[in-house]
């Protein structure tokens, strides 16, 4: 009798076993995240896709000219204006030569002080300005190269 019973049990286990096996499982996993900022101070890009990406200047190769670049921020604070400043000189390189940016934000020339870029009367609401990219020409034209570089502005609520 523990025979037949083992049997059954055995049978029992492959029948269930074998069940499983027909059914296929495909499972799917990834990430979501949301930024909800704080109404007090906000500084972000209207289009946050190409923040973490590499910005290309158009550069005319008819005129010898290189172009900016120019993308849309929503500033925001209640408490008072908002300034900017970089937190380094901004430029290109190609590890010989140089190409000096200027960099724009509302209007407002940055430098490594913080200016005053939108008054609290105009940041208490949500203001839309522009950023913009402007290379500086150098001396005798801008040289063959592959260059690159980095823009690091600094936002910062400025006390009313």
Do not use: C
Not at 123 to 131: D, E, F, H, P, T
């Amino acid at each position: 009798m523990s025979e037949t019973l083992a049997r059954t049990l055995l049978s029992i286990f492959m029948m269930v076993s074998s069940f499983t096996a027909w059914g296929a499982v495909e499972r799917e996993t990834f990430e979501v995240s949301v930024v909800i900022p704080a109404r007090s101070f906000y500084v972000h890009p209207v289009d946050s896709h190409w923040i973490h990406l590499e910005q290309r200047l158009p550069y005319n190769s008819i005129t010898g000219e290189l172009g900016s670049l120019w993308k849309l921020y929503r500033v925001s604070n209640t408490n008072g204006a908002v300034g900017a400043r970089l937190a380094e000189p901004a430029y290109l390189s190609n590890g010989h030569e140089r190409i000096d940016l200027h960099v724009a934000f509302n209007d407002v020339y940055l430098n490594l002080q913080t200016q005053q870029v939108a008054t609290a009367s105009e940041a208490g609401g949500w203001l839309q300005v522009s950023l913009g990219i402007i290379a500086i020409k150098p001396d005798g034209g801008y040289r063959p190269g592959q260059y690159h570089g980095t823009v690091n502005i600094v936002f910062e609520a400025l006390a009313p």
